[in-house]
């Protein structure tokens, strides 16, 4: 069993969308409970939800949009689909973050609600679930979605609500680690459990134009590092090899496996706290503060939302984020 939480939220979310004609369109004859539930028509019904609330919640020079969302789908259709999460996720996301840029221009303040992105799909054996005082169709055919602006930070189980129906498979392990797939595909998604993903959000795709292919930090072949990044803890050095255009500074509580992450040894430096991305155009590095740094005494200005702010590195630089001191030092001969 699962519980949603934030009943008020998720309350106010379902009252105000109304079922549309892609959402509650015409169903295939000769089977009961509905059309077959395609990769195409989620992703379609995730937008559209999606687009739909974010008008609801913003307001103002506010733009507010949910970004954790617990998926419901009849058991028949779970089955089917299962495997197809993992990659339909990404897509999710690109479409999301298409939404935000066309937007954003509205609005003043467009910082993000949350962290993560969170996505958690479940299967229901019941024909229908209870959110507050809403009983809630699950149809064949179809997805039932709730969403909020965010959820619990570091929840591990699901437990029982008298409110919410919902029947959860749990096997307390990774079901994606134990099959041959290609993790590359999933660009920076984190799998957090059977059919659970994460991602974090990532403020540089709501530039002009998002971020194409070709702008997509990539490998440099061994032995060609661009730059080193450390600092001495406690009598031990940690040192970062960044052999990439990109690497994100987080701190410890971030438990993400990508390659591009330089975790702190620190309470104090917050999750994505700064990224540093080289500009080979410019053959310059660059600094985006996402949290107080100070780069060689002097305190950066902080990006919000779309809006990045880039300070340029010398070949040697001094970084202060919360009670680290690190050195930013290029090696590249470029």
């Known amino acids: 069993m699962i519980r949603i939480d934030n009943m008020n939220i998720i309350r106010r979310i379902i009252e105000v969308f109304a079922p549309d004609e892609q959402r509650t369109g015409a169903r295939g004859t000769g089977q009961q409970g509905g059309a077959d539930l395609t ?14 609330q974010l008008e609801a ?4 020079e506010r733009m507010l949009y949910p970004m954790s969302f617990t998926i419901v789908l009849h058991r028949e259709d779970f089955n089917a689909r299962r495997e197809s999460f993992v990659f339909l996720v990404p897509e999710v996301l690109k479409a999301f973050y298409a939404i935000l840029r066309e937007r954003k221009p509205a609005y ?9 992105w969170n996505f958690h799909f479940v299967p229901s054996e019941l024909p229908s679930i209870l959110c507050g005082e809403r ?5 064949k055919g179809h997805l039932c ?9 570091g929840r591990k189980d699901t437990e029982v609500s008298e409110q919410v129906n919902i029947s959860v498979r749990r096997d307390q392990s990774n079901r994606v680690d134990r099959v041959n797939i290609n993790r590359e595909a999933l660009l920076r998604l984190t799998l957090l459990g059977d059919c659970h993903f994460q991602e ?3 403020a540089s795709l709501l530039e002009d134009g998002g971020e194409r292919p070709s702008q997509r930090p990539q490998p440099q072949p061994s032995g060609q590092q661009r730059a080193l990044v450390r600092y001495s803890r406690q009598r031990k050095t940690y040192t970062y090899r960044m052999e990439g255009d990109r690497m994100r500074i987080s701190g410890r509580s971030d438990h993400r496996p990508d390659r591009d ?8 430096v917050q999750v994505n706290h700064a990224e540093i991305r080289f500009f080979p155009e410019e053959r310059r590095f660059k600094l985006a503060a996402f949290a107080p740094v100070t780069v060689d005494e002097v305190e950066v200005p902080l990006s919000k939302g779309g809006d990045l702010r880039w300070t340029e590195l010398s070949r040697r630089s001094q970084l202060f ?9 290029s090696t590249w001969e470029g």
């Open 200 to 202: 974090a959000f990532d």
């Open 261 to 268: 992450i330089f975790r702190l040894e620190s309470d104090q």
């Open 39 to 52: 990769n195409q028509r989620m992703l379609d019904e995730l937008v559209a939800d999606f687009n739909c």
């Open 321 to 329: 984020m919360g009670d680290i001191d690190l050195t930013f030092e």
């Open 135 to 139: 009983e809630l169709p699950v149809e």
């Open 108 to 116: 003043a303040d467009a910082t993000n609600p949350a962290v993560w």
């Open 145 to 153: 979605i709730l969403a909020s602006l965010f959820d619990e930070s």
């Open 57 to 60: 919640y913003s307001f103002g």
